[in-house]
Nanobody
Framework: VQLQASGGGLVQAGGSLRLSCAAS????????MGWFRQVPGKERELVAA???????YYADPVKGRFTISRDNAKNTVYLQMNSMKPEDTAVYYC??????????????WGQGTQVTVSS
């Protein structure tokens, strides 16, 4: 599966952004999808994930502020980011894995999209 992320940009603290990740392939609905982020000098971290059966996972720093969703008809996964904070600044990546486990290794990666939150 090939992934194409978009929607990054510059936003003020307290603002919102929505990231999109379009996937190729006919079996998108069977993939668990995740959004990761990475800042220089730190490991890439899982921010949110949604399994192919619709279960969701959120990392503690984003709970209550970020929402992951998917539209299988459009082969697209979204990350709605609200009440953003400067510490959300990072390069965001979408990723896919087969199976329903949301925190396992991901095998397919899109290119990153930069998100910058100004204070």
């Amino acid at each position: 599966v090939q992934l194409q992320a978009s929607g990054g940009g510059l936003v003020q603290a307290g603002g919102s952004l929505r990231l999109s990740c379009a996937a190729s392939g006919r079996t998108f609905s069977r993939y668990t999808m995740g959004w990761f982020r990475q800042v220089p000098g730190k490991e890439r971290e899982l921010v949110a994930a949604i399994s192919w059966i619709g279960s969701t996972y959120y990392a503690d720093p984003v709970k209550g502020r970020f929402t992951i969703s998917r539209d299988n008809a459009k082969n697209t996964v979204y990350l709605q980011m609200n009440s953003m904070k400067p510490e959300d600044t990072a390069v965001y990546y979408c990723a896919a894995r087969q199976g329903a486990t949301m925190t396992g290794p991901y095998h397919y990666w899109g290119q990153g999209t930069q998100v910058t939150v100004s204070s």
